[in-house]
């Protein structure tokens, strides 16, 4: 028994060690994200979180269900607003992306940001470092965006560092977690733009990601402009030849006649938008559910405007000011919070494929014990009849299976799941222990 004692002690300091380290950790509300874990202090937490907004939106967007927020601003404001921006954060239970504004690495831009870091990063509304947005070469070298980005985290290690990169094989050594902008809108978009591949590159490069949603009528800027298309960004119009030359209402006079028009009729503007715009309640719904399917541990959206106006350099269109569009953004971000302790981490201990006879619908499988959970994403402007063999369930003769926020249920029967899908529909099919 002695014996038996002493050769304990050593698992048992260990264990107290581990769990010293891990008590360490919630009581200093240290933050993780990664395709694999998304917790603050410990606690599982499903970011939801918004671009470009102002203390006096905030309450709108907590209502939405956001729980981050990031505002451009910090970078032209003193620490005393910054304090207040943290602080009616705090009051709202939201989380803050804080916006470092590194755009160059010369002493009166990185003397700041230091300064700044050391001052604010014990507040308990911080959620993480917005180090650089789409930082490139032109800019700065790697290196040394690298080693502020190092000294960063020696001096917070308890706060992740993000940033949005276009050319994150030269910067992957100067952020935590990469934010792709996925801005293609609904998922026969995303299809053809990156959102597909994006995992297989996390496997390689080891950042891990969380995607960005578009709100806006956002061009794709590696696609032709569409000859129909009537709405583009003001500031997209007057600087884009290409634009110009497809659109004959590109003159600045046409153009404050068709803010006009919009502004007069913003739940239900006059004007064709473009492809990439989420422009129905299933595209929402769809465009959320896509980047989940595809690995996302978390949605960030971009970017917010308030419901009675519009944005005239990054879009005339946007969901929020039209009903039928915020109200399906706000019961999708709730429907993520009912299903994210199925969904959670949706890279890990999952099955993805498309269905073969359609070739379009993307298949998202997990099962725990006997929790299944099934999510079938329409990645095609089609109408498709599905009909997919689910892997381990050929052995059931008949499962029944809940379909979230449909008040249905479907059968699969000798693992043969049959339903029909419109264009960019998603259905989420639950099976739990009888």
């Known amino acids: 028994m002695k014996r038996l004692i002493h050769s304990l002690r050593p698992c048992v300091a260990a264990t107290a060690f581990v769990f010293g380290l891990a008590l360490a950790a919630v009581l200093r509300g240290e933050v993780v994200y990664d395709q694999g874990t998304s917790a603050i202090g ?3 937490f499903l970011v939801k979180g918004v671009y470009g907004v102002g203390m006096e939106e905030m309450g709108k967007v907590a209502g939405y ?7 451009y601003g910090f970078s032209g404001w003193t620490d005393e607003q910054v304090a207040d921006y943290l602080k009616q954060a705090q009051n709202r239970k939201l989380k803050v992306l804080f916006h470092l504004g590194v755009n160059k690495l010369t002493p009166d831009v990185v003397d700041p940001v230091r300064r700044r870091v050391g001052k604010f ?8 470092w917005y180090l650089a947005d789409e930082p490139s070469v032109a800019k700065y070298k790697p290196e040394d965006l690298a080693a502020l980005y190092q000294w960063i985290k020696k001096t917070d290690p308890a706060h992740p560092v993000f940033s949005s990169n276009w050319e994150l094989n030269n910067f992957k050594d100067a952020c935590d977690v990469d934010m792709p902008q996925f801005y293609h809108g609904p998922p026969s978009r995303l299809r053809n733009g990156p959102l597909p591949q994006r995992q297989s590159i996390y496997e390689k490069n080891g950042v891990p990601w969380i995607a960005i949603a578009n709100t806006h009528d956002a061009l794709e800027f ?16 007057m600087k884009n030849e290409g634009a110009a030359k497809h659109l004959p209402d590109a003159d600045p006079g046409k153009i404050r006649t068709k803010i006009k028009a919009i502004q007069t009729h913003l739940a239900n503007p006059p004007y064709k938008t473009l492809p990439a715009f989420p422009d129905t309640p299933e595209k929402v719904r769809g465009q959320a559910f896509a980047m989940m399917a595809h690995g996302s541990n978390g949605i960030f959206y ?18 929020f000011t039209r009903p039928a569009l915020r109200d399906a953004l706000k019961s999708t971000l709730a429907e993520l919070d009912t299903l994210w302790p199925r969904i959670c981490a949706p890279a890990k201990n999952s099955t993805t494929w498309y269905d073969k006879e359609t070739k379009d619908v993307f298949c998202w499988f997990r099962r725990e014990t006997t ?6 994403v329409n990645e095609s402007t089609a109408t498709h ?6 892997p381990s369930l050929e052995r059931y003769p008949v499962l029944h299976a809940t379909v979230s926020g449909e008040n ?14 419109s264009g960019n529909q998603t259905h989420i099919y639950l099976i739990d222990p009888q």
């Open 42 to 44: 410990g606690k599982p």
């Open 65 to 71: 269900g956001f729980n981050v927020v990031q505002n």
């Open 121 to 128: 990063k014990d507040h308990p509304a911080l959620y993480a």
């Open 222 to 237: 590696s696609l032709p402009v569409p000859p129909d298309a009537e709405c583009l960004s003001p500031a997209y119009l």
């Open 302 to 319: 971009w970017l917010y405007q308030p419901e009675d106006s519009i944005n005239e350099q990054y879009g005339y269109y946007t969901i």
């Open 371 to 376: 929790r299944i959970t099934l999510m079938l």
């Open 385 to 390: 009849n599905v009909n997919t063999p689910i």
């Open 408 to 421: 249905r249920r479907v059968k699969i029967e000798n693992g043969i799941l049959k339903d029909q899908f």
